[in-house]
């Protein structure tokens, strides 16, 4: 059964959903998403990447700065939409328009509620060191991602993946449980389970003080802050190359043996002490610099065993 569907979505991560949901056929009457925002050296103004999917389908898009007025409202219910489907559109919607659809307003989120409600599931979810993430759809309400789910599916954490493939795994597998979710809503089949009580954790934006590493942590700890931070916005190591400190981005990291004073470079290669165990520079960054190895970077900066980052 095909749908009246409104799309409110915003990054990258939601461009495979949109694609899906034309794919299969349903009518997506209008596309909601941030407004365009400044970027790049020249500062100009830069539609979202779900605006730019919207117009190649020739979608009608709206970038309200709130869904908050009456006016608003109005606007949304003239599309007379049967579902509203919501992938990180980065907007909060009041119950007047969570009101509007006649089956709902669906939201695709990449996590296993309850575990990562909020803003920064993905990283958060390789960060601590989860073993597996997934996928929920879930049928919105008022609060922070505490609505029934109806679907869900899992993708294993691998020891080494990064934010950035978990984001892309997560994001193709999310469009196919949402076209999958949405033909179970038109025959009347989807059905909904309250999130359990226990097991409820936040996910937090990022903050700049997180990405700063910290040689006194533990291995494992240090690789999964790496890895859940790249490649945005990436962890960062404070060196002095003889010049003041300078940011040098760790893109990659691997486990490593070893001991010695956190900090403290165990071979010319890149593999750097940690409070327990070690981890091996795989990818770095100077500033305006290209990627490199960790063994590139040491012999640029002439520093090696037993050098201290």
Not at 45 to 61: M, W, Y
Not at 237 to 262: F, N, Q, S, V
Request: net charge negative; glycine share 12%.
């Amino acid at each position: 059964m095909s749908l009246r569907v409104i799309f409110m979505g915003t990054p990258d991560f939601a461009v495979p959903v949109l694609t899906e949901i034309v794919g299969q056929g349903h009518e997506v009457v209008s596309c909601y998403t941030r407004a365009p925002a400044q970027a790049g050296r020249g500062l100009d103004l830069r539609p979202s990447p779900v605006h730019k999917a919207a117009e190649r389908f020739g979608i009608p898009v709206f970038t309200p700065a709130t869904l908050k007025t009456p006016e608003q409202a109005e606007i949304i219910a003239s599309h007379q939409a049967d579902v509203a489907v919501v992938v990180a559109y980065g907007m909060i919607l009041p119950q007047a328009i969570l009101d509007l659809p006649e089956l709902g307003c669906l939201n695709l989120h990449a996590s296993l509620l309850p575990r990562w409600r909020g803003a920064a599931p993905i990283q958060r979810a390789i960060m601590a060191g989860d073993a597996e993430s997934g996928v929920c759809v879930m049928k919105m309400e008022a609060g922070l991602d505490t609505g029934p789910v109806g679907m869900v599916e899992t993708l294993a954490i691998g020891p080494d993946m990064t934010a950035g493939e978990l984001h892309d795994g997560l994001s193709l597998l999310g469009a196919d449980l949402m076209v999958r979710a949405l033909a179970a809503l038109g025959r009347g089949a989807l059905h909904f389970t309250p999130q359990p009580e226990e097991g409820v954790t936040y996910a937090a934006k990022i903050s700049n003080a997180e990405a700063k590493l910290s040689w006194s942590l533990p291995a494992q700890q240090v690789h999964d802050r790496v890895r859940g931070l790249s490649p945005f916005p990436g962890a960062f190591a404070e060196i002095d190359l003889g010049k003041g400190p300078e940011r040098l981005k760790i893109l990659r990291t691997a486990r490593a043996g070893g001991a010695a004073e956190p900090g403290t470079l165990l071979d010319d290669e890149g593999t750097v002490a940690c409070a327990v165990g070690a981890v091996k520079l795989l990818q770095v960054q100077r500033a305006g610099k290209a990627p490199m190895s960790g063994a590139e970077f040491l012999r640029g900066a002439r520093l090696g065993a037993g050098d201290r980052l």
